[in-house]
């Protein structure tokens, strides 16, 4: 894969804050119990942004000041993202703006303001918000970080890979997937330390276009998507990370709403865990999919705690 470079991944930790890198990850008795396989389960939402993209934007941040300490960033976002660029353009001192739809989840916009940035509210989906990030980045001069297409982004949410690696003898990592950064990254450290271990990406069926393409060969784009897992409700995949998934992943799966509702509510009750539905994807595959992974070593990707107080309760409590 020319993309991704493994020599780049093993020293990224170096350009990343040690508080988004070795992130707890354990075998859960009781839910292993329940499911019927050794689960463990890493939690990326133990940090100051609540998911796995300070990883990247660490990354993606550091290497462009080393070569222009007076960039500015720009990046569109449903959220996460969002929150995570504008912690390291704090961080590194750097101007920040984000672009995010009008829809999206007010606690992860309250938190970008909060971090520091410059937010843009655009009407429309997060479709709308990349473009309009784009336009920006055309007029402005800005830096744009496209998610997943930005190759730090990738390499950074790597470092996921090297640490499960480090910590779990596993059979299988089911992977949340959106934009691709996580799922590639994670994949291609799997593909070249540890060639056995499956990867298996995990899309709500409401937000398949992912997937779809996966499936195909090629991109498709759908024209909605119509989730609770708002972190990875995209309707256009990037060609190149399209790529990049093509060569490592071993499977997709796509689950339903009750199945993600489900798993938030296991990680709730079994593990004392709020998660956003994005990160309750892998456990949804599990509930739907039992037979498939039975007694097999799993581990998971808690990706994200961004969710709203009330929106949890609705769906777990």
Same mark, same amino acid.
């Given at each position: 894969?020319?993309?991704?470079?493994?020599?780049?991944?093993?020293?990224?930790?170096?350009?990343?804050?040690?508080?988004?890198?070795?992130?707890?990850?354990?075998?859960?008795?009781?839910?292993?119990?329940?499911?019927?396989?050794?689960?463990?389960?890493?939690?990326?939402?133990?940090?100051?942004?609540?998911?796995?993209?300070?990883?990247?934007?660490?990354?993606?941040?550091?290497?462009?000041?080393?070569?222009?300490?007076?960039?500015?960033?720009?990046?569109?976002?449903?959220?996460?993202?969002?929150?995570?660029?504008?912690?390291?353009?704090?961080?590194?001192?750097?101007?920040?703006?984000?672009?995010?739809?009008?829809?999206?989840?007010?606690?992860?916009?309250?938190?970008?303001?909060?971090?520091?940035?410059?937010?843009?509210?655009?009407?429309?989906?997060?479709?709308?918000?990349?473009?309009?990030?784009?336009?920006?980045?055309?007029?402005?001069?800005?830096?744009?970080?496209? @998610?997943?297409?930005?190759? @730090?982004?990738?390499?950074?949410?790597?470092?996921?890979?090297?640490?499960?690696?480090?910590?779990?003898?596993?059979?299988?990592?089911?992977?949340?997937?959106?934009?691709?950064?996580?799922?590639?990254?994670?994949?291609?450290?799997?593909?070249?330390?540890?060639?056995?271990?499956?990867?298996?990406?995990?899309?709500?069926?409401?937000?398949?276009?992912?997937?779809?393409?996966?499936?195909?060969?090629?991109?498709?784009?759908?024209?909605?998507?119509?989730?609770?897992? @708002?972190?990875?409700?995209?309707?256009?995949?990037?060609?190149?990370?399209?790529? @990049?998934?093509?060569?490592?992943?071993?499977?997709?799966?796509?689950?339903?709403?009750?199945?993600?509702?489900?798993?938030?509510?296991?990680?709730?009750?079994?593990?004392?865990?709020?998660?956003?539905?994005?990160?309750?994807?892998?456990?949804?595959?599990?509930?739907?999919?039992?037979?498939?992974?039975?007694?097999?070593?799993?581990?998971?990707?808690?990706?994200?705690?961004?969710?709203?107080?009330?929106?949890?309760?609705?769906?777990?409590?």
């Amino acid at each position: 894969m020319a993309r991704l470079n493994l020599d780049r991944i093993t020293s990224s930790p170096g350009k990343i804050s040690s508080v988004f890198l070795n992130t707890p990850q354990y075998q859960c008795e009781s839910l292993s119990k329940i499911l019927d396989c050794q689960i463990t389960i890493k939690l990326e939402m133990l940090n100051p942004v609540r998911s796995f993209k300070g990883r990247g934007t660490d990354l993606a941040v550091a290497n462009l000041i080393a070569h222009n300490p007076n960039t500015v960033v720009v990046c569109a976002s449903a959220g996460n993202l969002g929150q995570a660029l504008a912690y390291s353009g704090r961080s590194f001192g750097i101007p920040t703006t984000v672009i995010a739809s009008v829809s999206a989840n007010p606690l992860k916009l309250k938190r970008i303001r909060e971090f520091g940035a410059e937010l843009h509210l655009v009407p429309g989906d997060f479709e709308a918000a990349r473009v309009f990030a784009r336009e920006l980045s055309e007029t402005k001069g800005f830096q744009l970080i496209e @998610d997943s297409e930005n190759i @730090d982004t990738c390499e950074g949410a790597a470092t996921i890979g090297l640490e499960l690696l480090q910590g779990s003898d596993i059979d299988v990592v089911l992977v949340a997937l959106g934009g691709g950064a996580m799922a590639t990254g994670i994949g291609f450290v799997l593909k070249n330390l540890a060639p056995a271990v499956q990867l298996i990406c995990v899309q709500p069926a409401g937000a398949p276009a992912m997937t779809l393409s996966w499936q195909a060969g090629k991109v498709i784009e759908t024209e909605t998507a119509d989730t609770i897992a @708002d972190g990875v409700a995209g309707r256009c995949p990037i060609p190149a990370v399209l790529d @990049d998934l093509l060569e490592v992943a071993d499977d997709t799966v796509l689950v339903n709403e009750t199945s993600i509702v489900r798993g938030m509510r296991l990680l709730y009750e079994h593990c004392g865990l709020v998660v956003e539905p994005s990160a309750a994807l892998g456990i949804a595959a599990l509930l739907e999919n039992p037979e498939r992974f039975k007694e097999a070593r799993v581990a998971t990707i808690l990706c994200g705690g961004n969710v709203n107080h009330k929106d949890f309760q609705a769906w777990v409590q």
